[in-house]
């Protein structure tokens, strides 16, 4: 008799790292059980409007993926859910995941009816509160699994009553509570992935001061169709069209007062926004400050096409401080340029600050036992025996390299509970 | 089977309210054949479920035709052990997309019934492949350096049998060769565990390490390989499951180099390769006279990111060189020691082994192109220093280091191309063909070549970024710096990933199932050999290369090779390719059961083949948005738009449909299709049909293709919605009503 129990594998962090470590060890016959903390599936990658190089959209991956979830009925996937706490050892691990209420059972279609009679407003997380959406809402247009969301400050507000009442389906219940699972499995994968760096810390660089200072992660939203702008890439402060661009590269990153580690993709992730703006707009002028261009291995062809346009200018120099001119609010920016030594003063109509991948574990209590690194990162695949970290968590890489590194961590925890 | 039709429509969703329920439902009695047909307000609902499941149990229905949301939701709640089942469309596609009590939304939802109907009578349930050999789940390793040894080992150590094949007469690969090395996460040059790692391979029970042997021959396709393996002068053959490619890399050829660098013209100007081997016999000296090492350079980018040699980075280079550089700061911490970068790259925790070099005091120059200046005994470095902003002269190198970079070892070897038989070049070359050299490596015993298809400058890697293990031959996965160039924790990494995804392939293909993107599926296409006319098109379609032929030109499907793409179905000009429930009988009947009006109706039909994993969520999104486009459409989902099959287009014209539109994925360089090439093969062969209707006198503009990604649902209604009013300005189709 095969322990069902204990020979399956717990994956923690929906990402992509998570979602491959789940999908491929299910495919090879084993049993998973995916926990995310948001309520839909595919972590970050879901947020970005185009994967570098081939400027293709995250979205046709996902929808795969899914698939593959749908098609298989070995992978359990809580959403909403994080892990309170986890502890044993190979072959025997014990976690607690608590799962916050999401106020709509199974039962939802996603009719969207709940979502018509909703007056009250939340900022929208998934477009980093650019915008805002109804509190009864469907995450984004993809989001799996597909059911609605009732903020909790709609479900214990007056209105909650109003929008359980417009569902036919039943699908709202108001008295959900947060519950707990006790879960026992054999491995464990720990992919709980990264969140950018908070740009507010770089004080000089005037996020959060000026609105037309915004983040990487921001952009990907701005170029997105289902984005606040509806993909079009505009100013914030006027939703004017901008005509010259700045990406500030190591905003954060390779800086010991930041993140003294590099985040690797950001270089790839500013040149793919700069052919966003040149799509939009043919005639953009585009700064990109850099220390060095980070484009490995057969990415480096997308830098050496990039270099062709004329009107990106790639600029050798820390940004060293970032102003804004008053009444148009356009940003001044003061760059040391490393290669001549001299101070230059740059006016640009927008800037992106490429913020740098802080990992969670650096920021979450769990899992207490591993060992974090200087930066946060728990730095070894295998932590202890049956429990391996993977990811992000490990090491700030792209989606392609993501993906490596969780089907590889699905194949350790297949081995630690394999039986001989 | 003997099938017993039931069809159930939900009216939850304003289906109810938008569509004449009633009227469908007399439909799907009287023309789809349903012994029952029952409507409930929320089909979803357990009590919607149950009335299914009581009348599987009690009158027997084993053929479910489900009229409510997309297929692509709710798909665990509409999911009946022994029952096939047809989804139509209603909610997104249908009345999400088009008015409420419109005779024309109307018309769409019975056709969409008439055409699962259609598609139900010719479905079969799919049985999963069993061929009579037995299946082998051993893994086979082409490669016994880092990469290869890793896949072996975490293999075997996940239970199953290994082969590892090297041709060398010890394991190791180039890594025998390296003394010190830094690995992740790059904070210490430590001495280099490769033994550690060769000796659990070699004393590994399931295990068989094969050194100084040669793959001489690989036939056959997943669980039922047979790999022929020449040793010692004497061959064995070894039924294998699946295999990881890891052959490795050679490094760059230093001759080859522009003369700034050097080489060549001072016995001290060195590759990075040459410095390891330098290095493996202790102390590194001046190489012309054994002298010691009191000024060093080393020059990043030698031949690399340079369109005239390698337009790619390497990526391990600027690691290499700061360790070679640390280790030359160790044995003398007074020697002088320069890295001339163009970009320093070491991302990740990678950035404080950077830091390290700077604290042992190795100086880094940034500079684009400096030159080596080999006069005569003297060696020196002139460079365009950035930084400073002027030119600087280093004088009395001992030794400089030049950094060259990685060759895929699948880069060597002439075209394949070049040696097909003129026989076969004049055949009328469909879609791109792959670049395949032939370089002794796998020796594949199929059609289409004997070595993994390129992608771009020799790699054999991954086109997609969500599935970097996908390769272009069933169940042969490329890993390590054979399919991109990386160091040795990368390698371990993917050695670990691709021995997953060889393990994979064997469960899933024992069982009968196919491997990604179409994981699990049984069905699996069957020939009908009797009307084959050798034509070779199936052959020479197929992706993935999953056909071989005999010698009078007869194909020879490999089934476990397949990935269930239809390709070779679309491309049969006889049709004799089909699936147990995918055939181009089953399209073509779906497309002859829309009633199409008469041309005095003024109610053109369209008919919209899209590929399901890309066009059709689109379309489906669309529809979550409440967008609307016009009601002369009637989609059909594909597996991939490239089985369509060009029967379907002369069915729906002759039938009297005024236009046809693929929506198809990117294809080109920047492809998006998962099955590489049925996008492009698709438009092509429309190609061909417009050729035919102009020569018919029949409009080619009736016939269109468009690039759709899953994102464009704020574009396709426009699309469909321009495309309809070309049609009416082309006037109907003069094969209307006949």
């Known amino acids: 008799m095969v322990d069902v129990e204990t020979q399956s594998i717990l994956v923690v962090g929906g990402g992509m790292t998570g979602l491959t470590a789940a999908i491929e060890a299910a495919e090879a016959g084993r049993e998973v059980y995916l926990v995310e903390k948001n309520p839909y599936l595919g972590g970050r990658v879901s947020q970005l409007h185009q994967y570098f190089p081939k400027l293709c959209p995250p979205y046709c991956g996902l929808e795969i993926n899914f698939r593959r979830i749908k098609n298989n009925n ?53 477009n980093y509160g650019m915008d805002k959406i109804k509190a009864a809402y469907l995450p984004h247009d993809m989001a799996f699994p597909f059911r609605y969301v009732i903020d909790p400050a709609l479900a214990k507000s007056a209105e909650g009553q109003t929008v359980k009442d417009a569902c036919p389906y039943g699908a709202i219940d108001l008295d959900m509570q947060a519950q707990t699972v006790d879960l026992k499995v054999g491995a464990v994968v720990w992919a709980t992935g990264w969140t950018p760096y908070d ?49 500030v590269q190591c905003a954060g990153s390779r800086d010991e007062n930041h993140l003294p580690f590099c985040s690797s993709v950001c270089c790839m992730a500013s040149m793919k926004q700069a052919t966003y703006v040149r799509a939009q707009y043919p005639d953009a002028k585009i700064y990109i400050f850099f220390i060095d261009i980070r484009a490995m291995d057969r990415l480096e062809t997308f830098y050496a096409d990039l270099k062709k346009d004329e009107n990106v200018v790639f600029f050798k120099g820390k940004v060293a401080k970032i102003e804004q001119d008053g009444p148009t609010k356009n940003l001044v920016l003061r760059v040391e340029n490393t290669a001549t030594g001299s101070l230059n003063t740059i006016n640009v109509d ?71 | 089977m003997d099938k017993k039709t039931a069809v159930y429509i939900c009216t939850g969703c304003g289906i109810g309210e938008a569509l004449d329920v009633d009227q469908l439902s007399t439909l799907a009695t009287s023309e789809c054949g349903a012994a029952i047909c029952k409507n409930h307000a929320s089909l979803c609902s357990p009590e919607g479920v149950q009335l299914i499941k009581d009348d599987i149990a009690g009158e027997g229905v084993n053929t479910l035709i489900i009229g409510a949301c997309s297929q692509r939701v709710m798909y665990d709640v509409f999911n009946f052990e022994g029952a096939i089942l047809d989804r139509v469309n209603l909610r997104e596609q249908i009345v999400w997309t088009h008015p409420a009590k419109d005779e024309d939304t109307q018309m769409m939802a019975e056709d969409y019934l008439r055409m699962s109907g259609a598609r139900m009578k010719a479905m079969l349930p799919p049985e999963p492949f069993k061929p009579e050999q037995e299946l082998s789940r051993d893994i086979l390793v082409v490669g016994g350096g880092v990469t290869g040894m890793t896949a072996a080992l975490e293999a075997a150590k996940a239970g199953y049998n290994a082969v590892l094949v090297e041709q060398a007469e010890e394991l190791g690969g180039f890594q025998k060769n390296v003394t010190q090395n830094v690995v992740f996460p790059f904070k210490e040059v430590q001495a280099n565990e490769i033994g550690k790692l060769a000796a659990a391979v ?35 053959e070894h039924p294998i499951g699946a295999v990881v490619l890891a052959a490795g890399w050679r490094p760059y050829d230093a001759e080859k180099l522009d003369p700034r660098f050097g080489y060549g013209a001072s016995a001290n100007v060195v590759t990075n390769v040459q410095f390891e081997e330098r290095a493996k016999s202790g102390a590194v000296t001046r190489p ?145 063909v792959d670049s395949i050299y032939v370089s002794d490596i796998l020796n594949l015993e199929y059609r289409q070549g004997p070595e993994l298809p390129e992608l771009k400058y020799g790699f054999p890697d991954s086109h997609f970024i969500c599935f970097p293990y996908e390769s272009r031959r069933t169940g042969i996965y490329p890993a390590g710096p054979v399919r991109r160039p990386m160091g040795v924790s990368s390698a371990i990494e993917d050695g670990t990933g691709a021995a997953m995804k060889a393990i994979q392939c064997v469960e899933l293909t024992s069982n009968g199932m196919a491997v990604h993107p179409r994981a699990g599926d049984t069905s699996y296409p069957e020939f009908f050999m009797q009307r084959c006319t050798q034509c070779k098109r ?123 539109i693929l929506l198809g994925c990117r294809h080109g360089e920047n492809y998006q299709c998962h099955f590489i090439k049925g996008s492009e093969l698709a438009n092509i062969r429309l190609g061909k049909v417009k050729e035919t209707l102009d020569r018919l006198a029949l409009e080619s503009d009736r016939v269109r293709f468009e690039d759709i990604s899953i994102t464009d649902y704020q574009k396709v209604p426009a699309m469909l919605d321009e495309f309809a009013e070309k049609l009416v300005e082309i006037g109907a189709n003069p094969y209307k009503g006949f």
């Open chain 1, 350 to 420: 927008m800037a992106v600050l490429a913020t740098g991948m802080q990992p969670n574990t650096s920021i979450a209590h769990q899992p207490t036992f591993a060992q974090r690194d200087d930066y946060g990162f728990i730095a070894s695949q295998e932590v202890t025996p049956g429990f391996f970290s993977a990811g992000c968590t490990r090491t700030p890489i792209n989606v392609s390299e993501s993906v490596q590194d969780g089907t590889a961590a699905a194949l350790k925890a297949i081995q630690s509970i394999v039986r001989r």
């Open chain 2, 202 to 236: 070699k004393n590994h029970e399931k295990i068989k390490v094969l050194t100084g042997s040669k793959l001489e021959k690989l036939a056959g396709g997943p669980c039922l390989f047979n790999a022929t393996i020449k040793q010692n002068g004497s061959t064995s």
């Open chain 1, 74 to 126: 070995r992978i359990h996937v809580l959403t909403m859910a994080q892990v309170e706490s986890v502890s044993g050892q190979k072959g025997s691990w014990d976690a607690r995941i608590k799962i916050e209420p999401r106020y709509v059972n199974e039962k939802c279609t996603t009719c969207g009816k709940c979502a018509e009679v909703c007056s009250t407003e939340i900022d929208n997380p998934f």
């Open chain 2, 288 to 432: 012309s006279d054994g002298g010691a090492l009191k000024t060093v350079a080393f020059i990043q980018c030698a031949g690399q990111r340079d369109p005239q040699h390698l337009p790619y980075c390497s990526s391990i280079c600027c690691f290499t060189a700061l360790k070679q550089a640390i280790q030359v700061k160790q044995q003398d911490p007074g020697a002088n020691v320069f890295v001339f970068y163009q970009e320093m790259r070491t991302p990740g925790q990678g950035e404080d082994f950077f830091r390290k070099a700077q604290n042992e005091g190795v100086i880094f120059v940034r500079a684009q192109t400096p030159e080596v200046l080999a006069g005569g005994s003297k060696l020196a470095v002139e460079a365009f220093d950035e930084l400073l902003g002027d030119k600087i002269l280093l004088d009395d190198v001992d030794l400089v280091v030049l950094a060259t970079g990685m060759v895929p070892a699948t880069a060597f070897g002439a075209d394949y191309k070049a040696k097909q038989s003129d026989e076969d070049k004049k055949n009328d070359m469909i879609a791109s």
């Open chain 2, 538 to 660: 199936c052959t020479e379609e197929c992706p993935f290369g999953a056909i071989n032929e005999d010698e009078k030109g007869n194909p020879l499907p490999q089934p476990t090779r397949c990935r269930r793409c239809g390709v070779c179905m679309g491309a049969c000009p006889e049709r004799i390719i089909s699936f147990k429930n995918y055939s181009v009988g089953m399209i073509g009947d779906m497309i002859k059961s829309i009633n199409v009006p008469d041309e005095y109706d003024e109610k053109p039909r369209i008919l919209v083949f899209c590929c399901e994993n890309d066009a059709y969520p689109t379309l489906d999104m669309a529809g979550l948005r409440r967008m609307n486009y016009n009601a002369w459409v009637r989609i059909i989902p594909l597996r991939c738009l490239g089985s369509m099959n060009l029967v379907w287009i002369a069915d729906s014209l002759s039938k009297g449909i005024d236009g046809i």
């Open chain 1, 199 to 247: 740009a507010k810390r770089l004080d000089t660089l005037g996020f959060g001061a000026y609105p037309n200072v915004v983040t990487n992660v921001m952009m990907e939203r701005l170029a997105a169709g289902n984005g606040p702008t509806k993909g079009k890439i505009l100013r914030p402060s006027d939703g004017e069209a901008p005509k010259t661009v700045a990406f």
